[in-house]
């Protein structure tokens, strides 16, 4: 087993590490996973660096137990309210042989739609192309090895605050790691979940977590738009807390074991009671009652996902209708109310396509961030590959581009 690639999920409510490796034929197998309760952060941005670094080293040290694997360099996830997302366009005049595009036009378009004014407290996450338009043809996906003379580009532009991605290098730095990349959260979920197909004919994906709701939506195999909504499952445990008088943990457990988001969809509604606090009499919860309380929030997300939806543009464009996944995706009737504050077809998103190791374990919308980062590596991994060509060579110039992938990111950290 070569090509190990670990992702490291660091969420609100939990720190998760998957680390995962391809076989000879190119087939991935779940390798180990680890798992630790993360109370340093606020709404996907570190508020405790300490408390932060502990729970990865944690997360880390059990999935390495797990999978037997001396863990030295990960890819990592951001999110947050503090991401945003914008349109840019870029031009330059094609310089390759008889006017043919070469990945160095390319990396010099990409260059140039990059040339936007930033706060200075702002970094560029990703550039995703959209579409590029050769001598005024537009549609033109890949370029490479078509003629002309002009070259434009329309892209998606996603930034962060310089100082949360400071502050998650930081954290995983003094867990002994390194960070080999970083990806916008919502976008690595959608790896694990969505297939080509559906971001073909349109599809929104919503990564429901514990401090943030990641929104992407998909059109023509290309990421349209991108939006993170500063609330999640873990304002969902506190209306419990708050509305029934019980513990954070209490909550919590309720929420998961026997929370609604539907009330429409409560059946059984024998009571449910838990131990009183402080020595005090034992407390019986109505279920209906509970999903009373969790239906309001969850309506809210879905709400401000919907204007998202709205705002970029693209609501009539999504036949595929929302994928929800995320932790909070697990709450029963989510998928039920989500269809009807969305007015589309709605399904769960669980991650797949591996062959063998801990698939049960993983088959989890709560893993869709971790391994949607895992694809992400092994993605840039193969396009690496074929790069580098098939001559003798080519084994160096593979490695010399992933190892410039690294010095690359290495480089942007240094840099903040």
């Known amino acids: 087993m070569d090509n190990i690639i670990v992702g490291l999920d660091i969420g609100t409510t939990k720190i998760c590490a998957v680390v995962a490796g391809t076989d000879d034929n190119g087939k991935i197998n779940i390798l180990g996973i680890g798992r630790a309760p993360s109370d340093g952060m606020t709404r996907g941005v570190v508020t405790h660096i300490d408390r932060t670094t502990a729970a990865v080293s944690h997360a880390i040290q059990e999935a390495q137990a797990s999978s037997g694997v001396a863990i030295r360099s990960v890819i990592v996830g951001i999110a947050g309210d503090h991401i945003q997302s914008f349109q840019s366009r870029g031009v330059v005049g094609i310089s390759g042989p008889d006017h043919e595009v070469t990945r160095a036009d ?88 969505l297939d080509d197909e559906e971001k073909e004919v349109g599809i929104a994906l919503l990564d429901i977590g514990g401090g943030t709701t990641d929104l992407a939506v998909f059109e023509e195999r290309t990421i349209r738009h991108t939006a993170v909504i500063g609330i999640a499952g873990r304002k969902v445990t506190d209306d419990i807390r708050k509305g029934l008088g019980i513990l954070n943990e209490q909550a919590e457990r309720l929420k998961k074991d026997h929370g609604c988001a539907y009330v429409n969809a409560v059946v059984d509604n024998d009571p449910l009671v838990l131990p009183g606090v402080g020595g005090r009499q034992p407390i019986e919860i109505d279920r209906h009652i509970l999903a009373q309380i969790i ?122």
Request: with cysteine.
């Open 106 to 193: 390319i990396d010099r378009l990409i260059e140039d739609t990059k040339r936007v004014a930033l706060p200075t407290d702002r970094k560029i996450i990703h550039v995703i192309p959209q579409e590029f338009i050769i001598d005024g043809q537009d549609g033109i996906y890949d370029p490479l090895g078509m003629s002309g003379v002009r070259m434009e580009a329309n892209v998606h532009i996603i930034t962060g605050l310089v100082s949360a991605a400071q502050n998650i290098y930081k954290c995983v730095q003094r867990a002994g790691l390194e960070i080999s990349d970083m990806v916008l959260e919502p976008l690595a979920s959608s790896y694990a979940v």
């Open 295 to 416: 239906q309001p929030r969850m309506e809210e997300i879905l709400e401000i996902a919907a204007l998202e939806i709205k705002r970029s543009g693209y609501a009539k464009h999504l036949a595929g209708g929302v994928v929800l996944t995320g932790g909070g995706a697990l709450i029963k009737g989510t998928a039920e109310l989500a269809k009807e504050v969305l007015g589309m077809p709605v399904k769960i998103g669980i991650p797949a396509g591996f062959s063998g190791g801990l698939v049960r374990e993983i088959e989890n919308p709560a893993y869709a961030t971790a391994v949607g980062l895992i694809y992400h590596g092994l993605k840039h991994r193969q396009s690496a590959t074929m790069d580098g060509g098939s001559s003798s060579g080519s084994s160096s110039r593979k490695e010399s581009k992933f190892t410039g992938m690294v010095n690359k990111a290495r480089a942007w950290f240094e840099a903040l």
